[in-house]
Structure formats: C-alpha cells, structure tokens
C-alpha cells in the first residue's frame, strides 16, 4: 500500500517539475525496470529511458586501470584480467581488489618483505570472486532494452 502512495505522489511531482521554467533533470537508475509501476514507463513520465547494460571491456580496462593505479604491481596482464571479468559488475571488480588488497597485506604481513601483485595474484583470488551478472540478466537486459527504451 506504501508503494502506491509514493508512486502516485512521484508520478503527481512530475508534471509539477516539468511545468517549472527553469531546467530540471532528473535521472532515476534501477536494476529492475521490470518492477516499476507501468505509469511510470509510459510516454510522460520520462523523456528518455535509456537503457545501460553491463560493462564493455573498454569500461572493464578503465575500472581496473583505476584500482591498479593504486596498488604494487609488476608485469599485470591487464587484457587477461579484462576478458576474466566479463560478467563482474563495477561493484564485482571493486571487490575483487579489495581482495587482492588484502591477500597482498597478509603477504607482505607474513614475509615481511614487499609483495608484487602480478597476473598470477589476480588469477588466485578471481577464482574466490563471483560475477553478479548471469547470462540471463544479461539476456533479459537486452530483451528490455528494446521493449523500454525510449530516446
């Protein structure tokens, strides 16, 4: 029931905040596109709905550019890793650092001595990681896709 009022309130707000003179965007993001109120999709509500799937390797490579950025590194196979984390979200690969982080600390803990992270340390803990990406979601994204979007 709480669901319905503050759907209807938002839906409400909308035209309001069109109806402004100033420019006013508003973006709205969700996982579940399939579980919003149908109002919600209808022309009016929304400009655009512009659908972002999951990450292209180009996306992949910037990610973990980034993280490796701030990690003890030698000889990283970076292409490798990329084509490893086809289905990892950028949540995925975040975690997936902060694993490696962390094994590289126990390491250096342990010997002490400075640990490398290499190619190698990536393959060890990407095994413990799981993408949350299925290729079903990644099918059922497409499929909505072309139902939803709407530029």
């Known amino acids: 029931m709480v669901d319905k009022i503050i759907m209807n309130d938002f839906l409400n707000q909308i035209p309001l905040l069109k109806d ?3 420019k006013i965007l508003l973006v ?4 579940y596109i399939r579980q ?3 109002a919600l999709l209808r022309p009016g509500g929304f400009d655009c709905i512009i659908p972002v799937g999951d990450w292209d390797e180009d996306g992949r490579k910037t990610i973990l550019e980034y993280y490796l950025s701030r990690l003890h590194t030698k000889g990283i196979d970076l292409d490798r890793i990329v084509r ?3 289905r990892f979200t950028p949540a995925d690969i975040e975690y997936l650092f902060q694993q490696v982080a962390q094994f590289a600390f126990e390491e250096e803990y342990t ?4 640990y490398v992270v290499t ?6 803990m990407i095994a413990r990681v799981r993408p949350s990406l299925t290729e079903g979601m990644i099918e059922d994204f497409k499929k ?3 139902s939803y979007s709407r530029a």
Do not use: E, P, V
């Not at 709205?28 to 996982?31: D, E, G, H, K, L």
């Not at 010997?111 to 400075?114: E, G, Q």
């Open 119 to 124: 190619t190698d340390t990536f393959l060890q």
């Open 111 to 114: 010997s002490k001595h400075d």
């Open 28 to 31: 709205c993001a969700t996982n």
């Open 144 to 146: 909505d896709s072309i």
């Open 36 to 38: 919003l109120d149908a």
């Open 84 to 86: 490893m984390t086809s």
């Open 20 to 22: 402004q003179g100033n």
